[in-house]
């Protein structure tokens, strides 16, 4: 019985041995069923492996220690670093370049409509591409001239505007000369381009026969000097040719010519403007103009010419936008003087001192701050304009003028603008009229 | 009617010409342009003293009141360099205005 029980137990165990060899080996972490006495781990061994285990924690230890330790800043005083010898190759690189990098072709231009009452409808187009150069850090080169198209179909008209070398002397004071921008009021320095100016035309006191110089020939300083935090006082001086009063055209008689830039006698028109920003996004200015403007063998005749301005935009959140307010207004004094004393033009002679003033007052609004993008590129504007010279003079007139008009804004840059004008002159027939224009900068 | 005399003329010039002596006087005449030069490459980042104005406040407050921002992608460095120099003279812009908004433009494009 003994036997036979040993024999089962034995033929078991073989089938079971034979199995276990057949089946997949156990995974390596767990203890095998049939692991042989010499796979046993050993005391020195496992000691050996905790002995190994301890010194990669201390290791451990120590690399997260150093870390800790480590300034945090010093990944981005590695990228610093980079930063620096990347600007270092680029400024290396642009040291070798053919002295083109500093100069810039800007500028701007129009394609305009015009309906005036009493007058035929007129398509116009201009450009008035402006380059500037700086050589140095201190000097900028300057030149613009006016492109457009004659209003007779004569050809085309080209008019310099910009001819000027400026140095800057320090932070506040920079001088120059040639034919630069007079800083007489705000507008032919800041506003006159169509892609700047709300409008599809000047304002009459800033136009064609107005009141206000526009480029001049001579030599300037001018700069600026904060006064406190928020607030800025700017100045501006110079000697120019400075306009000429007219004595030979009888349509015209007593005015001043601002487009000629010879002068018609010895001496210089002095001026200059000061300017005062109490916080930001607001200025007040005040421009003066003296000048002796008679041609050689006339009488003598003075001019002084004044002019105040005033520009804010606010953000006003009521509105949800941006309103955009500008005022200038210019006064204009001659001496009196006697025209076309002979009455060789036809009409004298005539004896009067010009006393003109004219200006304007604009307000525009922009729903900056609403979501639909269609109404926040569009600007609702209106402008008031009064010109007023003397009656007496054949070239006199009192006109005053409303206009109306939506813009939209396609780009920045880019401006399509609308407007109607509503005029009152004497003499002459009112003008009103419809504007288009699409402005754009270069 | 305004009729202004030569006296009046003579005390408004006066007046001018005191707010100019004023303005240097207050603002000294040192050029920052030596400074900015030798720090080019420091970083491409624009850095603003403590106290002062961003070059993007800056722009805010002087230029944006007359136009918008043109793309700033569509000039180089050194061109924005030359553009704002240019915009110095026309806005009457001290020459730390001056180099804080080209910073500002410098890493916008």
Known sequence: MNKR??????????????????????????????????????????????????????????????RAHDPPGNDQAANDELDKEMQQLKDAVDRYRPGLESVVIAGDGEVGY???????????????????WSPTDRILIEGAFDLGLRSDNSGTDIDLTLADISYEVCDHFIIGGGLFAVPFGQYHNHFDPPWINKFPDDPLVFGDGGLAPG????????????????????????????????????????????????????????????????????????????ARVNPDGFENVNALLQAVDFNYR??????????????????????MATYDSTGGLGVGPLTFASYSNGGYVQACYR????????LRNLELVSRFELLQTPLVSPAGVHEQRWTFGVDYWVTPTVVFKTAYEIDHRNPGPDQNAILLQLGFQL | MLRITNKQTRWAAAAMVAAIAASLALG??????????????????????????????????????????????????????????????????????????????????
């Open chain 2, 28 to 109: 000294g005449c040192s050029s920052g342009k030596e400074q900015s030069a030798s720090a080019a490459g420091s970083t491409t980042r624009p850095t603003v003293a403590s106290g002062k104005k961003g070059g993007a406040q800056l722009w805010a407050d002087n230029c944006a009141r007359c136009h918008n921002l043109p793309p700033s992608e569509r000039y180089s460095d050194d061109q924005w360099r030359t553009i704002v120099h240019h915009m110095r003279l026309r806005a009457d812009l001290t020459g730390e205005e001056e180099r804080e908004i080209t910073k500002f433009l410098q890493a916008s494009n």
């Open chain 1, 215 to 290: 480029s001049e020939v001579g030599v300037f300083g001018r700069g600026a000097v904060a006064v406190g935090d928020d607030s800025k006082l700017t100045y501006d001086v110079y000697v120019v040719n400075g306009p000429n009063l007219v004595t030979t055209d009888a349509t015209a008689l007593g005015s001043l010519n601002f487009t000629d830039s010879a002068d018609l006698n010895d001496d210089k028109a002095v001026g200059g403007r000061i300017g005062f920003l109490p916080v930001p996004n607001m200025e007040l200015g005040y421009s003066l103009m003296f």
């Open chain 1, 114 to 132: 015009t309906r005036v009452n009493h007058t035929d409808s007129t398509f116009d187009a201009g450009l008035s591409p402006l380059i500037l």
């Open chain 1, 5 to 66: 029980l040993f024999a089962a137990a034995s033929a078991a165990i073989s089938v079971l041995v034979g199995a276990a060899a057949f089946a997949d080996p156990a995974p390596a972490t767990q203890p095998s069923a049939s692991m042989a006495p010499g796979d046993y781990v050993s005391r020195a061994e496992y000691e050996r492996v905790l002995q190994n285990q301890a010194a990669m924690q201390k290791q451990l230890d120590q690399l997260n220690n150093q």
């Open chain 1, 367 to 374: 729903p900056t701050r609403v979501s639909n993008s269609f």
């Open chain 1, 314 to 335: 606010p953000k006003v959140d009521a509105i949800e936008g941006t309103l955009d307010l500008r005022a200038e207004w210019v006064w204009s004094n001659t001496d």
